[in-house]
């Protein structure tokens, strides 16, 4: 009974995971799965190299390249779903997540506006907001 004992505990105290923060606690869920940071597993970047890239992808989604922002969640995924892990990354990735979905509203309600409002909703200035027929009010078209 003591050797089985003893198994266990060595066996919950190791973790073929280096990049694990979670305390070990044998009857935790979270400390009896490895957590990577990529959802590459362990076939994917190590901490340090994710915390560039993580980074990256956020400080680009700012230069009008908003879908980074969802590669990020998206790649990174693992750091979302568990909360108390990778603290470092953890910022960044949340605040992808906030600024993809902020710009996916204001990109829904533009296009909802423009596609169910039409011509009903913005009235006589409505020529001026469309894109369509500005050829014909430059004159380049030459069956004008």
């Known amino acids: 009974m003591e050797v089985s004992q ?3 505990s060595t066996n919950a105290t190791q ?3 280096p990049n694990n923060n979670y305390p070990s606690n044998s009857n935790s869920i979270l400390s009896s799965t490895p957590v990577w940071p990529t959802i590459d597993g362990p076939l994917g ?3 340090e190299e994710s915390l560039s890239y993580v980074r990256r992808f956020y400080k680009f989604g700012y230069a009008l390249l908003p879908f980074l922002w969802a590669v990020n969640c998206f790649y990174f995924w693992p750091v979302l779903r568990h ?3 990778f603290p470092r990354l953890r910022p ?3 605040a992808s997540a906030i600024g993809f979905s902020v710009f996916s509203v204001l990109l829904c309600s533009w296009v909802l506006t423009f596609a169910l409002g039409g011509e009903q909703l913005f009235g006589p200035t409505w020529d001026q907001l469309v894109m369509y027929n500005v050829a014909d009010r ?4 030459g069956w004008s």
Do not use: I
């Open 83 to 85: 909360s108390r892990s």
């Open 92 to 94: 960044y990735v949340v």
């Open 15 to 17: 973790n073929p995971n």
């Open 45 to 47: 970047l190590s901490e």
């Open 138 to 141: 430059l004159g380049l078209t």
């Open 6 to 8: 003893s198994q266990a």
